[in-house]
């Protein structure tokens, strides 16, 4: 299994992870303060970045990275225009904002992230923006939630291309997942998937009670794991 370590950075208190492997190493969200993320990963062999959606706080020091290593980026299919709008990856109000000159490969559900020994398979979650995913890692049951769950609570929806219908989906989504996960968010402490399935159901309800209804059927009938 790849280490992770990780490092919290910007305003926002980011959660940055890097996995590693031996094949290399792949950033999770590298948010603001590009020169102290390039110093952190100096000794790193950094193939890729993943972004778990284009918020500002979470792509701030890609392209310095992508110099720095010579990695390829990849997110969301429906984020990707998001990277590069100021309006959708930076807080227009407070003057933050940053674009990702490139993303090499869009990112879609069920598609695997390989590198060494190791995989990353994308889930779809979108509500806090309309391109958000989720990293599961099923054989080392471990989930990188990005900003659509964190200890105690969800994404917010409030920010351009958030979406309320949407998070209740993909609360309810996650909500019938079986197999239980150790969350790594994209801020605050780890948490475990079998303790926010509450709030996840709760939160499902409250933002669209039909939505829920839906996807729980739909979940049962695929047998989601």
Known sequence: MYRIDSVVVSAYRTNCYALTNEGGTIIVDPGDQASFLQQWTQDLDVIGIVLTHCHCDHIGAVNELVAQHGCWVACGAADVAGTRDLHLSGFDAEGIDYVVDHVDRSLKEGDVIEWGSDRLEVIDTPGHTQGHICLIDRANSILFSGDMLFAGTIGRTDFPGGDQALMASS???????????????????????AAEKSQLRH???????????????????????
């Open 171 to 193: 609360c309810a989504k996650l909500a019938e997942v079986t197999q239980d996960f150790r969350v790594l968010p994209g801020h605050g402490p780890a948490t475990t998937l």
């Open 203 to 225: 939160w499902a309800r409250v933002l669209c009670p039909r939505e829920f209804a839906q996807d729980t059927a739909r979940n049962d009938e695929l047998r989601l794991p």
